[in-house]
């Protein structure tokens, strides 16, 4: 028997009581003032990271007023668009906004941090909170309802081995996570050296290289009504972009697009087959005479960020600014032989099938399941 089910048997034989979230949490109410938190320490809805990554820094700090006061071992939740799957741990104090749901253990003899997070952090929770929130364009958390989630309430040693084993696949994750950044800059170095520029080489504006031009508007009811099996790409990276399959396409063929509004303007996708675009992106069809899109992909990859305007805080790429972007162009011959190198390199970054990100995402699956497993108990009926 293992020390976990040792544990169930000895102090809940007879099943795990089930409370309501706000019978052990509450919402954090103190405030802090925002001319003491940083870029590290503002959490804001836009520094959340999708599916449950955690968080980065923050581009939008505000400058004066008072903001939501959160410390260690609050749990802080993404209210808006909760399909996303927002959520931190937090592991040192700073504010936040009315956007992100500040959740803290009114007494941690009773539900430890950790213990809640994991909790918080699984697909039933999020499902829940989907099915309670309000609004179809941008869905918004209900507050109330979340404090209504009913959750397991085990002894604390049960909490403590449940967190200690979810543990060791967080940071076996974290150091496979850890090699895989080191791996990109790797290949970021790799892919500099390659592309750098020869005094030979021609150089060229991508509207001398591309017919460039934009998506149209294609709404969610239009991909409803005419569901298919060719993909509608849109501005998200989650899913390759996939906004949606419907019965009709307008590109066939190799094709470069990329993001022209929003957080992930700049973005930029190598597409093959037949596909569509949305509005918010933009096409690249490339004279294979010049140069191969594939070539272009990485050359344009490097260079591409320099130019997105982030002003009035909605960062574009439009059409006219990408057409004057200048890219050096080597013979056919070069292209196909760097193109050959990074493709393999960036295989080892990327591909799910391959190398560490196939590994990273066979151990969160694992994680997954285990984490589901392990938080499912009988019921105590007092």
């Keep these: 028997m293992s020390k976990l089910e040792d544990l169930l048997q000895?102090?809940?034989?007879?099943?795990?009581?089930?409370?309501?979230?706000?019978?052990?949490a509450a919402y954090a109410t103190g405030k802090i003032d925002a001319e003491l938190v940083n870029s590290n320490t503002y959490v804001g809805v836009d520094n959340l990271l999708p599916d449950k990554k955690g968080k980065t820094n923050s581009d939008h700090v505000p400058a004066d007023g008072r903001l939501i006061q959160y410390i260690k071992g609050d749990i802080l939740i993404g209210n808006i668009r909760p399909y996303l799957k927002k959520i931190w741990l937090a592991q040192y104090s700073g504010g936040t906004n009315?956007?992100?749901?500040?959740?803290?253990?009114?007494?941690?003899?009773?539900?430890?941090?950790?213990?809640?997070?994991?909790?918080?952090?699984?697909?039933?929770?999020?499902?829940?909170?989907?099915?309670?929130?309000?609004g179809a364009k941008m869905p918004r958390g209900d507050k109330t309802a979340v404090l209504k989630y009913r959750l397991p309430v085990p002894p604390m040693e049960v909490q403590q081995e449940i967190v200690r084993i979810l543990d060791q696949f967080t940071e076996l994750t974290a150091e496979l996570t850890a090699?895989?950044?080191?791996?990109?800059?790797?290949?970021?170095?790799?892919?500099?050296?390659?592309?750098?520029?020869?005094?030979?080489?021609?150089?060229?504006?991508?509207?001398?290289l591309c017919r460039v031009?934009?998506?149209?508007?294609?709404?969610?009811?239009?991909?409803?009504?005419?569901?298919?099996?060719?993909?509608?790409?849109?501005s998200q990276t989650e899913n390759d972009g996939v906004l949606g399959l419907i019965s009709d396409y307008e590109y066939d063929g190799e094709y470069l697009t990329w993001t022209t509004d929003g957080a992930n303007a700049g973005t930029v996708f190598y597409r093959k087959g037949r596909f569509n675009i949305t509005n918010?992106?933009?096409?690249?069809?490339?004279?294979?005479?010049?140069?191969?899109?594939?070539?272009?992909?990485?050359?344009?990859?490097?260079?591409?960020?320099?130019?997105?305007?982030?002003?009035m805080g909605n960062p574009?790429?439009?059409?006219?600014?990408m057409s004057r972007i200048k890219i050096p162009i080597p013979a056919l011959d070069v292209q196909e032989r760097i193109i050959s190198n990074l493709d393999r390199f960036e295989a080892l970054c990327n591909d799910l099938s391959s190398g560490l990100p196939a590994e990273i995402e066979a151990r969160r699956k694992q994680y997954e399941y285990y984490r589901d497993k392990l938080l499912q108990f009988k019921i105590h009926n007092a």
Aim: aromatic share 12%; with cysteine; proline share 3%.
């Design 179 to 208: 090699e895989l950044t080191a791996r990109k800059k790797q290949y970021e170095y790799y892919r500099d050296c390659l592309l750098a520029v020869k005094s030979e080489v021609s150089v060229y504006t991508i509207g001398e």
């Design 213 to 234: 031009c934009r998506g149209r508007v294609i709404s969610k009811e239009y991909i409803r009504d005419n569901e298919g099996k060719y993909p509608v790409y849109s």
């Design 10 to 24: 000895q102090l809940c034989p007879n099943g795990v009581e089930y409370k309501q979230l706000g019978e052990i």
């Design 280 to 311: 918010v992106c933009g096409l690249l069809d490339a004279n294979r005479e010049l140069v191969r899109p594939r070539y272009l992909y990485y050359a344009l990859g490097r260079v591409v960020g320099n130019y997105v305007s982030k002003g």
């Design 316 to 321: 574009k790429l439009m059409s006219n600014v």
């Design 98 to 134: 009315g956007d992100v749901l500040t959740v803290r253990p009114n007494n941690q003899n009773e539900i430890c941090s950790d213990f809640l997070y994991y909790i918080l952090s699984s697909d039933a929770f999020f499902l829940y909170d989907m099915q309670n929130a309000k």
